[in-house]
């Protein structure tokens, strides 16, 4: 059972670009933790820009597709948090985000609602 509509999972990917976006300074991150924070605010921006949602606008990326990506970015960076030099803040975040964006990923419905 699918427990959170592409709407809502908009919705989140915004909130998740605000954490990255927001997280250096609120966290004290430094080096390429802080680089790689803003990044992903970026990336995740622009990636949810193009997406076509369902019941949305016509747009570049499949919301199959974004969910594919989802699934390789929270896998990537839990690895990461594990695997860096970075202890404290850094690594709780990261692997944090991780978490919370394969669990998103994985509980939206792929259709126009919750399953």
């Known amino acids: 059972m699918r427990l959170i509509a ?3 999972h908009r919705v989140l990917d915004f909130t998740t670009v605000a954490a ?3 997280a250096p300074t609120l966290l004290h991150l430094t080096g390429v933790a802080a680089l790689l924070s803003y990044v992903l ?3 995740h921006l622009t990636l949810t820009a ?3 949602f369902p019941a949305g606008p016509e747009r570049v990326v499949p919301f199959a597709w974004h969910r594919r990506i989802e ?3 929270g896998l990537a ?3 990461l948090s ?3 030099r970075w202890g404290g ?3 709780a975040f990261y692997l944090a985000a991780g978490i919370v964006i394969l669990a998103v990923s994985a509980l939206t419905s792929p259709g126009g609602s919750a399953d």
Do not use: N, S
Request: aromatic share 8%; proline share 4%.
């Open 6 to 8: 592409p709407t809502l």
């Open 20 to 22: 990255f976006a927001v």
């Open 41 to 43: 605010a970026l990336v």
């Open 50 to 52: 193009l997406t076509h």
């Open 71 to 73: 699934l390789v970015v």
């Open 77 to 79: 960076l839990g690895l």
């Open 82 to 84: 594990l695997f860096a």
């Open 89 to 91: 803040a850094a690594r």
